[in-house]
């Protein structure tokens, strides 16, 4: 079956550096993405892995491994306005159209 | 920069209403979708369209229906509104690498 797993809640503080972990089982994988939804409002796209590796912009980086069916997110020099949920989300092979969507992770920033 | 807009922000109907939903994207996309999101359940994609005209059912489709007459705008029909359709409704447009959200209409229905 389709499962998509990440930790319900996580805090950090201010300036310092988290990880938001999303293991996913599905049929077949054809890239992982990465949302960002702050309270009350839509989804905004952060990141898109296909490939192995990890792929960096700016103060967020996202990490994939398809072997382990395995991505995180990583936020450095955290700041107040990352307190958002975080969505992981994973198309399969064979529809290009639909994403199946984690849960999300909801990231409190404390000063 | 990406636009996609939905009718309402709020709204409140009564059980057994027709309610119509509108989404519209100003950037030629060819895929539009609407999902319902809510609390502990996530996002769930109700229907998507690939063309005009074209639609497909997703995950919850039951108790919606969808029409795609133009290209740019894609709506969301409850037949008749029952009290567990209260939900935030999102419309998202582009391809599937990059979804671009609008800003969701919170319904409360009655």
């Known amino acids: 079956g389709q499962n998509i797993d990440q930790p319900t809640e996580m805090t950090a503080t201010e300036g310092a550096i988290v990880q938001i972990n999303c293991t996913y089982q599905?049929?077949?994988?054809?890239?992982l993405f990465w949302y960002q939804q702050h309270a009350g409002e839509a989804p905004t796209f952060l990141s898109y892995?296909?490939l192995d590796g990890l792929e960096e912009k700016g103060r967020f980086s996202s990490f994939l491994s398809r072997s382990k069916g395995y991505s995180y997110l990583l936020l450095k020099e955290l700041q107040m306005k990352d307190s958002a949920s975080y969505l992981c989300?994973?198309?399969?092979?064979?529809?290009?159209?639909?994403?199946?969507w984690g849960l999300g992770t909801s990231l409190a920033v404390n000063p | 920069d990406v636009k996609v807009t939905q009718s309402s922000r709020y709204l409140v109907k009564r059980t057994g209403e027709k309610v119509f939903l509108e989404c519209v994207q100003d950037?030629?996309?060819?895929?539009m979708f609407w999902y319902r999101q809510d609390p502990g359940l996530g996002l769930r994609l109700i229907y998507f369209?690939?063309?005009?005209?074209?639609?497909e059912k997703g995950d919850i489709p039951e108790g919606y229906s969808v029409s795609r007459e133009k290209k740019e705008r894609f709506s969301l029909i409850l037949e008749s509104a029952s009290t567990n359709q209260t939900s935030m409704y999102l419309c998202?447009?582009?391809?599937?690498?990059?979804?671009?959200f609008g800003p969701g209409t919170r319904l409360l229905v009655l």
């Open positions: 599905t049929s077949g994988f054809n890239g």
């Open positions: 369209s690939y063309d005009v005209k074209m639609k």
């Open positions: 989300a994973v198309r399969e092979v064979g529809n290009n159209r639909k994403l199946i």
């Open positions: 998202a447009s582009g391809w599937i690498e990059t979804q671009y």
């Open positions: 892995n296909v």
């Open positions: 950037m030629d996309h060819e895929n």
